[in-house]
């Protein structure tokens, strides 16, 4: 194992800790707002992935060209699911929330595979086997496209949160509900817009994670606790934490797959969620409880 070696595994790590970041920062969006767990989470990445291959084989669009168009489409969806299914068990117990989503996360988990199959399906990009050298350091350039896409998308997400007039409406909401209700805003339309903000988030990252791997169904599951594991580690409802949270997650699973061996890798990732939960509760970047 050389420095050239573990460097290179590190990079990897790090870039598509960026992708899994972007899934993740969906998730992070709607429970830090909503406070709905989207157990159908890593089904809609899958979803945006079989999005993003229709896409390819039909109109020949670059997945990269085809980010806008299905994140804009997820958008959509997430809003319309919030405004006519989600809206009306926000204030149930939780256990009906999360039937609910886990329903859902199954029928598209089965509409998926009654579809296109359990096979996987591949995109063919001209430059799949393209390199870029940093000195010794050999890094795809699919991935670092998948990356610099994943850390716009998040950029444009955290300045539309920090200066609009919406994002900020929104952010009030996260902070007090019915203090935001009191002043005039409405409330439910602001939590639509945030459930479809999470969703163009998950649909963006997968049509970037389509170019580093090959949608199947039974990837929506392993997607859903990438997900999940990601935002704890980070701080539940911190976006930048959903960030941060893939980066390590990312590389982790890079070093493991390089030092001890690939299978193990998610034993890794969930024996570093066990540590981080011990040592600080609230994520690495989450608020302690008052």
């Known amino acids: 194992m050389t420095i050239s070696l573990t460097a290179e595994v590190l990079i990897q790590g790090l870039l598509n800790g960026l992708v899994y970041g972007l899934m993740a920062l969906g998730l992070s969006v709607i429970f830090g707002v909503v406070r709905v767990v989207n157990f159908a989470h890593g089904e809609f990445a899958v979803l945006a992935m079989y999005a993003a291959y229709v896409a390819s084989i039909t109109l020949g669009l670059d997945p ?45 988990a089965n509409t998926m595979l009654l579809v296109s199959g359990p096979d996987a399906r591949h995109v063919n990009l001209s430059y799949s086997y393209d390199s870029y050298f940093l000195g010794p350091v050999l890094v795809d350039k699919t991935r670092v496209l998948a990356a610099a896409g994943a850390l716009m998308v998040a950029a444009a997400l ?10 900020m409406a929104i952010r009030a909401c996260a902070d007090n509900p019915t203090g935001a209700a009191v002043v005039g805003l409405d409330v439910k339309r602001l939590y639509a817009l945030t459930f479809g903000l999470g969703l163009a988030c998950c649909g963006a990252a997968g049509a970037l994670l389509v170019t580093i791997a090959d949608p199947t169904p039974g ?37 493991a797959s390089l030092i001890v061996a690939p299978s ?23 608020r302690r409880a008052a």
């Open 158 to 167: 955290f300045a539309f949160f920090k200066f609009s007039m919406t994002g």
């Open 264 to 286: 193990m890798k998610s034993m890794i990732s969930f024996g570093l969620l066990v540590i981080i939960l011990a040592l600080r509760p609230q994520g690495l970047m989450g």
């Open 219 to 255: 990837l929506a599951p392993a997607f859903t606790l990438l997900a999940f594991t990601i935002v704890i580690i980070g701080g539940l409802g911190s976006m930048a934490g959903a960030l941060l949270g893939g980066v390590v997650i990312g590389m982790t699973e890079a070093l």
């Open 64 to 108: 990269f060209l085809s980010l806008l168009p299905i994140a804009a489409l997820f958008f959509a969806i997430g809003y319309i699911l919030q405004t006519y299914l989600v809206v009306h068990f926000i204030d149930r117990p939780d256990h009906q929330q999360f039937i609910l989503l886990i329903g859902l996360a199954i029928v598209l």
